[in-house]
C-alpha cells in the first residue's frame, strides 16, 4: 500500500529564515508525486508535480526536488505570505489510477 | 482558470438527516474526486469517477454514496449522517494531459453533524 509521511508536522520560521519540508513515500511505481499549499479554511492549491528522480520544480521562493524516497520542499527566504499548511501526494503506477496518497501535512508560520 | 465550487461552505445536520454536497466543475474535466480532510489524518478519498455514471469506491466509501449525472457536477451524499462524519469535505476535478493528473480543488464544505 502506497504510504506519505511528512516531517516536521510543524515548523515556525522567521522572515528569511530559509529551510526544507521533507515528504518520504512508499510507492510500487511512482506515477507523480505532487506538492500542494492550503491556507486555512480553503482547499489545496496545486503547486508541482514531480515525475521522476533527480527532477526540480520552482516557483518564487519555493523549490521541488524528488529523489526515489523522498521529496523536498524548500523555502528560500520566506515571507509571512508563505504561512500554509503545504502537502504531499504520490500516485503509483500499480493502484487504481485514481487514488492519490496524501500524507498529514507540514504547517508552516512564518513571522515577520 | 480551472473553477471548482462546492454548494455549501458550511453545514450543521441532525444525525439520522440524509445530506447532499455538492460539486461543479467549469472546464469541462473528465475525473471528478470526494475527499474528507480530518486533523492529522490528512485527505482521504471517499470516491472518484473518470466519466458521466461511472465511479470508483476509494479508501473511506462505507456510509457513503455519489452520484454522476452530468460531466461537470459530482455529488457526495450521506444516507443517514452520523456523528463520525463530522469533517471538511473537499471536491477536485482533473483530466490526463499527457499522463499529468492534477488535481485542482474546492473550497472545501465544513459539515458539522449534531
Known amino acids: 500500500e502506497d504510504q506519505v509521511t511528512q516531517s516536521p508536522e510543524a515548523l515556525r520560521l522567521q522572515e528569511g529564515e530559509s529551510s526544507s519540508l521533507n515528504c518520504s513515500y512508499t510507492v510500487s511505481g511512482l506515477r507523480g508525486l505532487f506538492w500542494y499549499r492550503q491556507d486555512p479554511g480553503k482547499g489545496p492549491e496545486f503547486l508541482f508535480t514531480l515525475y521522476s528522480a533527480g527532477e526540480e520544480k520552482e516557483k518564487e521562493r519555493l523549490k521541488a526536488t524528488l529523489t526515489k524516497k523522498e521529496s523536498f520542499l524548500h523555502i528560500t527566504a520566506p515571507k509571512p505570505e508563505d504561512s500554509a499548511t503545504y502537502l504531499c501526494?504520490?500516485?503509483?503506477?500499480?493502484?487504481?489510477?485514481?487514488?492519490?496518497?496524501f500524507g498529514a501535512g507540514t504547517q508552516v508560520v512564518v513571522t515577520p | 482558470d480551472v473553477k471548482v465550487t462546492q454548494s455549501s461552505r458550511y453545514l450543521v445536520k441532525r444525525t439520522g438527516e440524509k445530506v447532499f454536497l455538492e460539486c461543479v466543475q467549469d472546464m469541462d474535466h473528465e475525473n471528478m474526486f470526494w475527499y474528507r480532510q480530518d486533523p492529522g489524518l490528512g485527505l482521504r478519498l471517499i470516491y472518484f469517477s473518470y466519466d458521466v455514471k461511472m465511479k470508483e469506491k476509494g479508501d473511506i466509501p462505507e456510509g457513503y454514496s455519489v452520484s454522476r449525472e452530468k460531466k461537470e457536477r459530482f455529488s457526495l451524499i450521506l444516507e443517514s449522517a452520523s456523528t463520525n462524519q463530522t469533517s471538511m469535505y473537499l471536491c477536485?476535478?482533473?483530466?490526463?494531459?499527457?499522463?499529468?493528473?492534477?488535481?485542482?480543488f474546492g473550497p472545501g464544505t465544513r459539515l458539522l453533524v449534531l
Open positions: 477536485a476535478s482533473s483530466f490526463p494531459t499527457g499522463g499529468e493528473e492534477t488535481q485542482y
Open positions: 501526494a504520490v500516485q503509483g503506477t500499480t493502484d487504481s489510477w485514481g487514488k492519490f496518497q
